[in-house]
């Protein structure tokens, strides 16, 4: 019986090659599905129920479109026809990829299918494999969104990103890039970042790069470039302030450079800076002023000292006011007259006209001043200490741009012209025609005081000019007649600051040049006679610095000190340890320097 053995024994081997694939079916993760000719199911494993949620008894024998989605069974019926034709799909050999599946509850989820084919006596089987990659498809999905949103931040980002490889050359180049550089991104990619570098920097800028990919940090702090330059594609550097990060990609280094244009802000710190010393120097100015005026008053009493110096006080304080609410840009000459006249004149006894006219900055106190001292002048001894006087205030703008200011008088005492100039009408003088550079005509006639200024254009205009010579009438006041300590010349452009200090070191021996009120007017008085012992120089006058004068004394070896309201003098180094007195003035101080300054020359 030997023939009858090897039947049994080989039916026994297909047997369990039949236990084998039954087992490799039933164990497989994947689903498997075959299909026969008329592609109905004849294989559906259990992965294959598990994932279309489907038995297998309900499954044998169904088309196998059933497990399909009805938009994609043209598509299918192509492919699989395709396949059993040539083995063949119109993607690659026996794969179909990724596909779309259909649960038996009407889920559509995707998959990954590859197919095959047998010949099993007349019938041809076709096989598939399916792999549920749903999970897959949605970590991909996160991925992608993550790199969406990722580029989505890059490209709508303020600042600008650009990150290198680690030869320094550009990798990513975002549109806020391209407006602060001026390059498109195109031509940026792949060139070396220190292009935007300017070349004085460059060297420095490569060290910054590695110490930050040797250790993580600059020498500066972590992570930080600080503030730096960067160079425009036009050639214009601007300031930046940068932020520097590194990451390893695939075995790469990538760093990333955030940048910031702080131009605009760089300019608002200066102007920032700009206000505050300024500010700082109008204070110790208006301190210095008040200064003056309480050294300058004089009084027959105590209470008439204190009347004196409360009302000078009070028109200087009202001048700031109207300064500070103009944010320093001047003020109207009308709003000026009123408010110095407001506590002076009864109902219809004061008569002001004119046009607008906005006064410059450093025209608003000094005319508040003249304008002060007139009117009190006239309660005191003009027409408003009487009932039946009258005040005139009128001006007209001239065709040479110059300002005409009148102050008529009527209807009250005879008058007459004043044997010696007190300390008001010097003020008044002194403020009309040194510190406004103008023109002063004070008549007497016996109707009442009618004086006539006539303002350069300056006054009401932002544009500066040199101020005007010093009248015969104010330098007699200042000038003393003991010479003990030298010539010294004054420049100062605040009147009632520079007639304080000119009576002051009058008062301790110096024979006083000036005082000038600008730099014109100082070489004026300057190459008019021999040079002065000695200097004493405001920084700011009316706007023009004092330096050109500083270096034509210092060539002509002439002894200087400052005298200012600045703490520092930033804009000339050469002159920031030079010996200087800050306002308000202490005149002993500054006699001091200037002994020492003249000793030291």
């Known amino acids: 019986m030997p023939g009858h ?25 994947d689903a498997i599905i075959t299909v026969n000719d008329q592609q109905r199911v004849v ?17 044998l024998g169904e088309h196998i479109s059933r497990f399909i989605p009805l938009r994609h069974h043209a598509a299918h019926a192509e492919h ?30 995707p ?31 996160a991925v992608l969104e993550s790199r969406r949103r990722m580029q989505a931040i890059v490209e709508s980002a303020m600042d600008a990103l650009i990150t290198v490889d680690e030869r320094q050359h550009i990798l990513v180049f975002n549109p806020a890039a391209e407006r602060m550089f001026g390059v498109a991104a195109s031509d940026a990619i792949g060139s070396p970042i220190e292009r935007f570098v300017p070349e004085r920097f460059r060297a420095g800028h490569g060290r910054h790069i590695d110490r930050f990919k040797e250790a993580g940090m600059t020498n500066r702090r ?42 605009e802000r760089r300019a608002n710190e200066e102007a920032r800076d700009l206000l505050a010393r300024e500010v700082d120097h109008r204070a110790k100015n208006a ?36 300064l500070a609410q103009n944010r320093w840009q001047g003020g109207d000459l009308a709003q000026i007259v009123m408010d110095e006249m407001a506590g002076y004149g009864r109902d219809g006894h004061v008569e002001i006209t004119g046009p607008s006219v906005a006064l410059r900055p450093n025209a608003v106190q000094p005319i508040s001043l003249l304008v002060h001292e ?3 002048n006239a309660v005191k001894y003009g027409a408003l200490s009487v009932e039946g006087g009258r005040v005139r205030v009128a001006w007209t703008l001239r065709r040479d741009g110059a300002l005409g200011l009148v102050w008529e008088e009527q209807g009250g005492p005879p008058v007459a012209a004043p044997g010696s100039p007190g300390f008001g009408s010097t003020l008044v003088r002194e403020v009309a025609t040194r510190q406004l550079a103008g023109e002063l005509d004070i008549q007497w006639p016996a109707t009442g005081m009618r004086l006539t200024a006539i303002l350069p254009q300056a006054a009401h205009r932002s544009e500066l000019s040199g101020a005007g010579s010093v009248s015969p009438e104010a330098a007699d006041d200042v000038v003393g007649a003991s010479p003990r300590r030298g010539r010294l010349l004054v420049v100062e452009d605040e009147a009632l600051v520079a007639m304080a200090v000119a009576q002051d070191l009058t008062n301790l021996g110096w024979d006083i040049l000036g005082p000038a009120a600008s730099i014109e007017e100082a070489h004026r008085l300057l190459t008019a006679g021999p040079l002065p012992d000695a200097a004493v120089l405001d920084v700011n006058l009316s706007g023009d610095l ?31 340890q030079w010996p200087r007195v800050r306002k308000p003035v202490d005149v002993q101080l500054l006699d001091t320097e200037l002994l020492r300054a003249r000793e030291a020359a």
Not at 43 to 59: C, D, I, K, Q, Y
Not at 233 to 248: D, H, L, R, T, Y
Request: proline fraction near 3%.
């Open 5 to 29: 053995s090897h039947m049994l024994q080989s039916e026994r081997s297909a047997l369990e090659t039949m236990q084998r694939l039954e087992g490799i079916l039933a164990s497989a993760m």
């Open 43 to 59: 294989v559906f494993n259990p992965a294959a129920e598990r994932m279309f949620g489907l038995p297998s008894s309900e499954a």
């Open 80 to 109: 699989i026809q395709r396949f059993i034709e040539t083995g063949d799909t119109n993607r690659q050999m026996g794969s179909l990829g990724a596909v779309s599946g259909l649960r038996a509850s009407g889920e559509e989820f």
């Open 111 to 141: 998959i990954e299918a590859s197919i095959s084919q047998a010949q099993i006596g007349d019938e041809r089987l076709a096989t598939v494999i399916l792999r549920d990659i749903t999970e897959r498809r949605a970590a991909e999905e």
């Open 222 to 263: 972590m992570g930080a470039l600080g503030a730096v330059s960067a160079l425009r594609a036009n050639g214009e550097e601007f300031p930046v302030e940068a932020s520097i990060s590194q990451v390893k990609v695939g075995g790469a280094t990538l760093g990333t450079v955030i940048l910031r244009d702080i131009t």
């Open 287 to 322: 301190l210095a002023v008040v200064q003056a005026v309480i050294s300058l008053t004089r009084a027959a009493s105590k209470e008439a000292f204190v009347t004196a110096v409360r009302g000078r006080i009070s028109a200087l304080g009202r001048a700031h006011s109207l």
């Open 374 to 376: 007139l009117a009190t």
């Open 546 to 576: 004092v330096y050109p004068l500083a270096e034509w004394l210092r060539a002509q070896q002439v002894p200087f000190v400052f005298c200012t309201g600045y703490e520092q003098l930033e804009s000339h180094p050469a002159y920031e």
